[in-house]
């Protein structure tokens, strides 16, 4: 059975740190690319970063370029999105979702989504 699960989010204040992590179970890393996206209240869902199942070259929003980093690790069967100097604009719901193919900012076209996991940044 393939599942995504998030977790690390929380509320932060302003310059702060959170890691957020994508335990997936039902298929290996190395099958899938795996991609974070987050939605903000009255937005779309927006791609922020995407890890690839080739070489674990990764993908980044502009907005988040060097105050996010993404790695995996195989023997977990997780991905991680480390989130650095978080801004109050990166407030939303963030999931995890599984591709075939590529790392797309295409929402619709990942198969597998995990249920989300909040960050709040505020002071």
């Known amino acids: 059975q393939v599942q995504l699960v998030e977790s690390g989010g929380g509320l932060v204040q302003p310059g702060g740190s959170l890691r957020l992590s994508c335990a997936v179970a039902?298929?290996?890393?190395?099958?899938?690319?795996i991609g974070w996206f987050r939605q903000a209240p009255g937005k779309e869902r927006e791609g922020v970063s995407c890890i690839s199942s080739l070489d674990a070259s990764a993908y980044f929003l502009d907005s988040v370029k060097g105050r996010f980093t993404i790695s995996r690790d195989t023997a977990k069967n997780t991905v991680y999105l480390q989130m650095n100097s978080l801004k109050p604009e990166d407030t939303a719901v963030y999931y995890c979702a599984a591709e075939r193919l590529s790392c797309s900012n295409d929402f619709r076209e990942y198969e597998y989504w995990g249920q989300g996991t909040q960050v709040t940044v505020s002071s």
């Open positions: 039902g298929f290996t890393l190395d099958d899938y690319y």
